[in-house]
């Protein structure tokens, strides 16, 4: 019995395995009330029908997500697996850019080299990495100089969109740097509105998710978004 009822439930998505269940309410034959749990597959369904089917989520709205540490471990093994988990499953807004920022000489086919054992690629997701990867970008640059930063602004501004598009910065960096680093983006990568989210540091691919459908919606007024690694 309980082999058969395991083999009915839907495949799941490697993304949807990530996230707990939620809860919904149902009104069964005696119009009690009462919370049940949702499966996974209906939890990404709803999330999915919201991304694209919602009009208060923006979804024509351009976002640039900058990754701040591009080229540590913690940005190779956490950050750019779960956006491209996020990117393949269309869990993201369909305009939606990466681009990689550190001090490193970087380019776009080294980041994917170094993050190649940890995106858990099928063959059958190969065109569909190419064209995540096709959104990214690199911009190298000092953490402590403005000018870098003013490149780094210049560069965004020239992505589709960018000029008007939602920037978040996740900070995937130590905590000596997030002076100049936030003090940098403040005076030369800013749009017209800021707020400033920590993002927890327990757990990356709940971090990300949650921004993107949780965070992302709520501040949907808000042009700029900066997230801190906490360690």
């Known amino acids: 019995m309980g082999s058969r009822a395991s083999a009915e439930r839907p495949q799941l998505t490697r993304s949807e395995r990530e996230v707990s269940s939620a809860t919904r309410t149902r009104n069964p034959a005696t119009d009690e009330k009462m ?7 209906e939890v990404f369904g709803e999330l999915r029908k919201e991304l694209y089917d919602d009009e208060e989520f ?28 996020l990117f393949r499953d269309g869990l993201l807004p369909e ?12 380019t776009v086919d080294a980041i994917r080299t170094a993050c190649m054992p940890y995106l858990k690629v099928a063959d059958t997701e190969v065109d ?43 900070l995937a960096l130590p ?45 949907s007024d808000c042009k700029s978004i900066t997230c801190k690694w906490r360690v």
């Open 128 to 170: 569909r990495l190419s064209a995540f990867f096709g959104r990214n970008t690199y911009v190298s640059g000092k953490y402590v100089d403005g000018d870098s930063f003013f490149k780094l602004n210049t560069h965004i501004e020239s992505l589709p969109g960018g000029p008007g598009a939602n920037r978040l910065f996740y």
């Open 58 to 85: 923006h979804q024509s709205d351009v976002h640039v997500f900058i990754i701040m540490g591009a080229s540590g471990d913690l940005a190779k093994k956490k950050i750019y697996p779960t956006l491209w988990w």
């Open 95 to 106: 305009q939606t850019y990466f681009v990689g920022f550190a001090r490193s000489a970087l």
């Open 35 to 41: 919370s049940i749990p949702l499966s996974r597959s």
């Open 175 to 219: 905590p000596t740097v997030y002076h100049d680093v936030t003090k940098n983006i403040k005076h030369h990568c800013m749009s017209t509105k800021s707020v400033h989210i920590p993002v927890s540091d327990v757990d990356v691919p709940h971090s990300l998710f949650n921004f993107f459908f949780l965070v992302l919606p709520a501040v």
